[in-house]
C-alpha cells in the first residue's frame, strides 16, 4: 500500500498569511498513463470533504485561485496564499495511482 | 446541481447487516465511477469500496474484502453498499462520492454504529 505522510499535523495560521502543507508518499504516484493522481480534499467542521485540487495543481471548479498545489513524483504541496477564517478545517492528500486508494492523516488548519 | 444522498445508516448488533444507499442526481450518473469511503468518529478518512461506471470492476479495503460488497443500478443512479458480519470498528460515517478526476463531489454522509 502507498503511505501519505502529512506535515505538519497542525498548523495555526494569522488570518491573511500564507499556509502551506506538505504530503509525501512512499513510493512515486506516477502512472503508466503519465498522469500524477494527488488530490486534496478539504473538510470543514460538521462538513463532508470537499475536493479542492486534483492531479497535482488543478483546482477544482470553484474552488478560490488563494489554493495552490504544486509537486511531483512523491513530494507534494497544498498552499493556500492568505487564509481566510473560512479555510479552517483539516486538510487531506489522497492518492489514487493505484489501489487501495489511501489518505494521509490529515492537517488540522486553525486561526491564531 | 450535483447531488450525493446517502441512507441506510443506523444502529446494528456486531455480527449484524446493513445495506446503504447513495442516489446521485444533477450529473451523468453511467458516466461516473464511484466509492465509499468512512470516516470514524474524531478520525480521519478511510478508503471503502470503489465501482466502475459500468459496474464492470469493484475494489475493496482490506479491512472490508469479504465482508462488504459495493454495486450500483444505473438505471436508478444508485450506488449500494452491502455489509455483512458488522464489527465494532465499522462504526462510521460512510459518505459515497463520485470519482472521474478524484473525488469530485461528497454525500453528507449517514452513520453507521456497530454495538450490542
Known amino acids: 500500500d502507498i503511505v501519505m505522510t502529512q506535515t505538519p499535523l497542525s498548523s495555526p495560521v494569522t488570518l491573511g498569511q500564507a499556509a502551506s502543507i506538505s504530503c509525501r508518499s512512499s513510493?512515486?504516484?506516477?502512472?503508466?498513463?503519465?498522469?500524477?493522481?494527488l488530490s486534496w480534499l478539504q473538510q470543514r467542521p460538521g462538513q463532508p470533504p470537499r475536493l479542492l485540487i486534483y492531479?497535482?495543481?488543478n483546482r477544482f471548479s470553484g474552488v478560490p485561485d488563494r489554493f495552490s498545489g504544486s509537486g511531483a513524483g512523491t513530494d507534494f504541496t497544498l498552499k493556500i496564499s492568505r487564509v481566510e477564517a473560512e479555510d479552517v478545517g483539516v486538510y487531506y492528500c489522497?492518492?489514487?495511482?493505484?489501489?487501495?486508494?489511501?489518505f494521509g492523516q490529515g492537517t488540522r488548519l486553525e486561526i491564531k | 446541481e450535483v447531488q450525493l444522498l446517502e441512507s441506510g445508516g443506523g444502529l446494528v448488533q456486531p455480527g449484524g447487516s446493513l445495506r446503504l444507499s447513495c442516489a446521485a442526481s444533477?450529473?451523468?450518473?453511467?458516466?461516473?465511477?464511484m466509492s465509499w469511503v468512512r470516516q470514524a468518529p474524531g478520525k480521519g478518512l478511510e478508503w471503502v469500496s470503489y465501482?466502475?461506471?459500468?459496474?464492470?470492476?469493484?475494489y475493496y479495503a482490506d479491512s472490508v474484502k469479504g465482508r462488504f460488497t459495493i454495486s450500483r443500478d444505473n438505471s436508478k443512479n444508485t450506488v449500494y453498499l452491502h455489509m455483512n458480519s458488522l464489527r465494532d470498528e465499522d462504526t462510521a460515517v460512510y459518505y459515497c462520492?463520485?470519482?472521474?478526476?478524484?473525488?469530485?463531489?461528497w454525500g453528507q454522509g449517514t452513520l453507521v454504529t456497530v454495538s450490542s
Open positions: 444533477g450529473f451523468t450518473f453511467n458516466s461516473y465511477a
Open positions: 492531479k497535482i495543481s
Open positions: 462520492a463520485s470519482y472521474t478526476r478524484a473525488f469530485d463531489y
Open positions: 513510493q512515486s504516484l506516477v502512472n503508466s498513463d503519465g498522469n500524477t493522481y
Open positions: 465501482i466502475t461506471s459500468s459496474g464492470g470492476n469493484t
Open positions: 489522497t492518492q489514487a495511482k493505484q489501489f487501495p486508494i489511501t
